[in-house]
T-cell receptor
Framework: DAMVIQNPRYQVTQFGKPVTLSCSQT?????MYWYQQKSSQAPKLLFH???????NEADTPDNFQSRRPNTSFCFLDIRSPGLGDAAMYLC?????????FGSGTQLSVL | GQQVMQIPQYQHVQEGEDFTTYCNSSTTLSNIQWYKQRPGGHPVFLIQ?????EVKKQKRLTFQFGEAKKNSSLHITATQTTDVGTYFC???????????FGKGTHLIIQP
């Protein structure tokens, strides 16, 4: 049973056209994360929520925003995607510092 | 999380050979975690080490945490094709701050 679910698996957007990626979890974990992973690179933390408390990494561009309307759902909004934002976006939850990742959304920017 | 350096970046082995990846930090780590990511997949938690000098085994995988808690290693004995993937070490600053990942070691196995 999938515990961290990301939709869609693949997303194509146009340069500058806003896009939203979604994540849901059935684990009831307090903490949710968004990571960006480019090809052959390590996942890079963008931000995280502890309950409704939002924590932004210092080097996360303003172009990236997030919403967490409730415990189960979290969204990543990219306001004006650039070519450099093409990547895999991974959502994760955490308990006792152990991360559970979703399958990711592969974002292409045309 | 705390910065961790991981080597090698790529490792080619013949099936049946052993494999080791190393993770190092300039500062003392509160803990170290290891993840495996299959090609096209997402990172999957393998193990967490917390204690100085800790050694844990999972079948053919052996994980070590250094005495000074500044380094860690993952050793795979007699690799199999199912071991293919990227192995990441990761460390957290504690609490809910999230993990900082090493750059990973890509394991390529030649049959």
């Amino acid at each position: 049973d999938a515990m961290v679910i990301q939709n869609p698996r693949y997303q194509v957007t146009q340069f500058g056209k806003p896009v939203t990626l979604s994540c849901s979890q059935t684990l009831n974990h307090n903490v949710m994360y968004w990571y960006q992973q480019k090809s052959s690179q390590a996942p890079k933390l963008l931000f995280h929520y502890y309950d409704k408390d939002f924590n932004n990494e210092a080097d996360t561009p303003d172009n990236f925003q997030s919403r967490r309307p409730n415990t189960s759902f979290c969204f990543l909004d990219i306001r004006s995607p650039g070519l450099g934002d093409a990547a895999m976006y991974l959502c994760a939850t955490s308990i006792y510092e152990k991360l559970f990742f979703g399958s990711g959304t592969q974002l292409s920017v045309l | 999380g705390q910065q961790v350096m991981q080597i090698p970046q790529y490792q080619h082995v013949q099936e049946g050979e052993d494999f080791t990846t190393y993770c190092n930090s300039s500062t003392t780590l509160s803990n170290i975690q290891w993840y495996k990511q299959r090609p096209g997949g997402h990172p999957v938690f393998l193990i967490q080490l917390v204690k100085s000098g800790e050694v844990k085994k999972q079948k053919r995988l052996t994980f070590q945490f250094g005495e000074a808690k500044k380094n860690s290693s993952l050793h795979i004995t007699a690799t199999q094709t199912t071991d293919v993937g990227t192995y990441f070490c990761a460390s957290s600053g504690g609490g809910a701050d999230g993990l900082t990942f090493g750059k990973g070691t890509h394991l390529i196995i030649q049959p």
